[in-house]
């Protein structure tokens, strides 16, 4: 339910007047009962499409490919020359086709879209003076929104205050570079890209603050009323499904060939006009793999789904099967590769050491000195100028930490989260220092500048900053010593501060203040350029994830390199990449930005291609990292959660951004998202995308020789002028009901031994590789004299056709339960357990099932009457069954020899990359 309320546009309007024209209140919001009346009154703040290709349109798009062109002219055929049940039947076998084919692309894109849904954009809302994050959806016209640097703007707003705020609306306006918005009044008649007192739906914040009122919500936003024609859907298109399409295609003209060559050989021996055609007939449909693409479409949808119960979710379908052949990923370290739950542990003040006690974002903890001295006492008060500093980190910030029981978690970002615990642990209250010293203005945190600053009022007006130690002291002039009194800075002793620090793996932040004046109201980045007095050094850990460890080493066994892009100091990066083992030929390469900015395009791909750490890297570096390393011919995953990581995220060619603390440009730009933001989801979705591949190859490999051997089968007897071992109709039924019922339960397949020990798959690789054709061979080979001998054994013993037929498809079927084990799972567990190498069998109860049902319907196929008449077959006696069941015996060493020649996926090491 949405109601349009665009009656008018408010850039011509005051913001006092706008705000009163939605009774809101440009401090408090609006109020609880309000947004009840609005929701009610206009519904859900999301866009209202266009529904899909309609059921119907959908499902006679199933018919739409070339192998399935050839069934429906074969049934037509076969109508004219007046076998209506041959005729029937085919065309039955070809709905059932569509039918599965409908069915399990609709729970395909029904999985991929539930699971887009599921991730929610979130506003930053003012409702009842509380500042609240909420479902976008859950906007209602009136709110009071603030936006920030990486935000996605969530409705039509018209701007009331703002602080360098930057909004790109390319997507909307076109035009290319982001707006400066201001607080104007404009003109009624200003075009849509002039409008700078607004921001609209769906653009992006790339730099500063704002806040703004909602104007419009849903179809009623500037992007609802162009978007209003879209049509809603999900592509299944991929580049594996693409490459399908072009075997179907290629296989095609094979199979005409092969049909007229059939029909035109058979005609020259003399042979009857109907019954070369009906040997025609059988050859086409024998060599089209009519279950191919419905278990193609299953299993990838399946990868979707095992990936989002992994915490990886899929934007974009051709990430399923990319994800698996990635052969380097670039990882963010903090919260990724971390925790993401800093500690301060060390200060620096004046030139003496403190450390705390403590962990996590836990208030409780004590501050003393590394190295007290005699006159110390443990109730003591700490110096001022431990204070100070602590009191710069806590003033400058814009995090609160929270209490849930025993555990405490921060409301914002890790880093000042941290800055608050050591506070607290000082004695400072938050509260009662912002009361003291009331914030006038701030300046917030931005990559480009990499400090955060805030002016506050007093007895005196200060300054605090806080940020990297490279951007605070080419800006200071002075210190202050252990007596809290202002110096000379010694940047040599800073630096060398910074080294001890950094070399225990701890995140260095400085702070520092200015002195101003009364008449400072506001705050500008050049009244920071100069004369600031250095206040100390906090250097805080962010510990490893232990299971980001274990990632790591397993995404190395894999062959796949990882490779640590942080923001911090070098040392820290250096510290944390030892202690996770993220290291080249056991080696730790590690590079600044500023080092790579100097250096010429080969000497940066050189260091791109031996470096394991990269430390102060700018946002256009990363995006030079994807692609020094994809023009080194890797596959590249990028992780990145800022604005900033837009660029190299759209790059790389698997783009992972963080579900819970990623800015919604990083979303946008991404195919992967990760809900838990954890390195150790990456390394299982690359395994899931490995195991898709897999099961898909299984497929491959279980039904194209089955079509090998009733090709073969029925092109020599025509050659030699015989009875054809099996007919058109028989054909069907095993390339459809049999093969897709057995061949189904591959795509459910859990992962392979050792699949996580092979090098990674190149991506430009064949679909049928040599030593898979060299599979599809043997095994054809061996289904085509199963076939052939049976059905000749059968009539020389005086059985009729029809029984000889039937006997001889119910010995492939017999033969093809053994050979599914032999590729299965279930294979490779019997063969461990006989090996010794493993006591348990494992479950595989979907693969069993599959079989089972198998047999039921093919016990059906030759004991009904009705199926005896439609598929020409004949009933057996429980001797003729058994003896059909003989043919398990010689498959058990063709399947043996079939692994040897093409092994799949083993427990192999991967070679070093």
């Not at 809290?484 to 002793?493: D, F, M, S, T, Y």
Request: proline residues 5%; negative net charge.
């Amino acid at each position: 339910m949405s109601v349009s309320l665009r009656s008018r546009s408010y850039h011509d309007c005051a913001e006092e007047a706008t705000i009163q024209a939605f009774e809101s209140d440009g401090e408090q919001g609006l109020t609880a009962e309000i947004v009840v009346q609005r929701y009610q009154q206009y519904g859900y703040n999301e866009l209202e499409f266009k529904p899909g290709k309609p059921a119907w349109l959908r499902f006679l798009l199933q018919f739409h490919q070339p192998l399935l062109y050839i069934l429906l002219l074969a049934g037509a055929v076969k109508a004219l020359l007046g076998s209506w049940p041959d005729a029937v039947v085919i065309w039955g076998v070809t709905l059932i086709n569509a039918v599965i084919g409908y069915v399990q692309e609709a729970k395909a894109e029904g999985a991929i879209a539930s699971l887009a849904k599921a991730v929610t954009t979130e506003a930053t809302v003012i409702r009842d003076g509380q500042t609240l994050r909420i479902p976008s959806r859950d906007l209602v016209p009136g709110d009071l929104v603030q936006l920030s640097s990486g935000d996605k703007v969530p409705a039509d707003l018209r701007l009331t205050s703002l602080r360098s705020l930057q909004v790109d609306e390319s997507a909307l306006t076109g035009e290319s570079l982001p707006v400066q918005k201001k607080i104007v009044l404009l003109d009624a008649d200003t075009p849509l890209a002039e409008r700078l007192n607004m921001a609209y739906a769906g653009s992006f914040v790339t730099f500063g603050q704002g806040r703004g009122i909602v104007i419009a919500t849903a179809s009623a936003t500037e992007v609802g009323q162009i978007s209003q024609s879209m049509e809603q859907g999900v592509s299944l298109q991929t580049p594996l499904t693409r490459k399908f399409d072009q075997f179907s295609r290629t296989l095609l003209y094979c199979i005409l060939a092969l049909a007229a060559f059939t029909f035109a050989v058979g005609l020259g021996q003399g042979g009857d006009l109907v019954k070369m055609f009906d040997a025609a007939v059988a050859l086409a449909v024998s060599a089209i793999p009519e279950g191919l693409p419905a278990v193609v479409t299953v299993t990838l949808a399946i990868g979707v789904n095992r990936m989002a119960a992994r915490h990886a979710i899929i934007r974009k379908l051709p990430a399923v099967e990319t994800v698996g052949s990635a052969t380097v990923i670039c990882s963010d370290k903090t919260g990724t590769l971390t925790e993401n739950q800093m500690t301060v542990q060390r200060i620096y003040v004046g030139g003496d050491y403190y450390q705390t006690s403590g962990g996590g974002y836990s208030p409780h903890g004590e501050i003393t000195p590394v190295e007290p001295g005699p006159a110390w006492t443990a109730d003591q008060d700490l110096p001022p100028v431990v204070m100070e500093c602590l009191t710069a980190g806590l003033l400058c910030n814009d995090s609160q930490l929270k209490q849930q029981g025993n555990s405490w978690s921060v409301m914002g970002d890790p880093t000042e989260g941290a800055l608050i615990a050591a506070a607290k642990k000082a004695g400072l209250s938050q509260s009662g220092l912002n009361s003291a010293r009331s914030r006038l203005d701030s300046i917030p945190f931005e990559s480009e500048y990499q400090y955060m600053a805030t002016l506050h009022d007093g007895d005196h007006r200060v300054i605090y900053i806080k940020g990297s130690v490279e951007a605070l002291l080419s800006r200071c002039s002075q210190m202050v010593d252990r007596d809290h009194q202002p110096v000379a800075l010694a940047r040599e002793a800073i630096e060398e501060a910074v080294e001890t620090l950094a070399s225990q793996g701890l995140r260095v932040l400085a702070c520092a203040k200015k002195e101003v004046g009364h008449h400072y109201h506001e705050l500008e980045h050049e009244h920071i350029e100069t004369d600031l007095i250095f206040l100390g050094l906090l250097g805080m850990i962010d510990p490893p994830r232990p299971e980001a460890i274990a990632a790591v080493q397993a995404c190395q066994k894999a062959g796949i390199q990882v490779k640590m892009i942080t923001g911090d100091h070098i040392m820290t990066a250096k510290a944390i990449a030892q202690r996770m083992g993220i290291t080249q030929n056991g080696e730790i390469q590690a590079f600044e930005g500023r080092t790579l900015a100097k250096m010429d395009d080969q000497q940066i791909a050189e260091s791109i291609s031996t470096g394991s750490v990269f430390a102060r890297v700018a946002p256009a570096q990363k995006l030079q990292l994807v692609q020094s390393l994809q023009a080194q011919g890797h596959i590249v995953a990028m992780t990145g959660d800022g604005v900033n990581d837009a660029p190299a995220l759209k790059q790389a060619d698997i783009g992972i951004a963080m579900g819970k603390d990623g800015t919604e440009v990083a979303r946008e730009s991404a195919d992967m998202l990760l809900t838990d933001d954890n390195f150790a989801s990456i390394e299982a979705a690359v395994e899931e995308g490995r195991t898709v591949y897999q099961n898909l190859r299984k497929a491959i490999a279980f039904l194209l020789p089955v079509n090998g051997g009733e090709s073969m089968t029925i092109l020599l007897s025509t050659l030699l002028a015989r009875e054809l071992p099996i007919d058109s109709l028989q054909v069907l039924w095993l390339n459809m009901i049999n093969s897709i019922t057995m061949t189904v339960p591959l795509a459910f397949e859990p992962k392979s031994t050792g699949l996580m020990a092979q090098a990674p798959r190149d991506p430009n690789s064949p679909l049928i590789t040599k030593k898979l054709l060299n599979r599809i061979i043997a095994v054809s080979a061996f289904n085509w004299i199963l076939i052939f001998g049976m059905f000749e054994w059968v009539q020389r013993t005086g059985g009729s056709v029809a029984l000889a037929r039937t006997m001889a498809i119910q010995s492939l079927v017999a033969a093809r339960i053994i050979y599914l084990i032999s590729i299965s799972q279930l294979g490779a567990n019997m063969a461990n357990l006989i090996r010794g190498k493993t006591k348990v069998l494992g479950k595989t109860p979907i693969l069993l099932v599959g079989i089972a049902v198998a047999v039921i319907l093919q016990v059906v196929f030759s004991q009904w009457s009705v199926m005896n008449e439609l598929f020409h077959t004949a009933p057996l006696t429980w001797q003729q069954g058994l003896i059909c069941l003989l043919p398990m015996v010689p498959m058990i060493p063709m399947a043996i020899f079939a692994n040897f020649i093409d092994p799949g996926p083993q427990t192999v090491s991967a070679p070093k990359r």
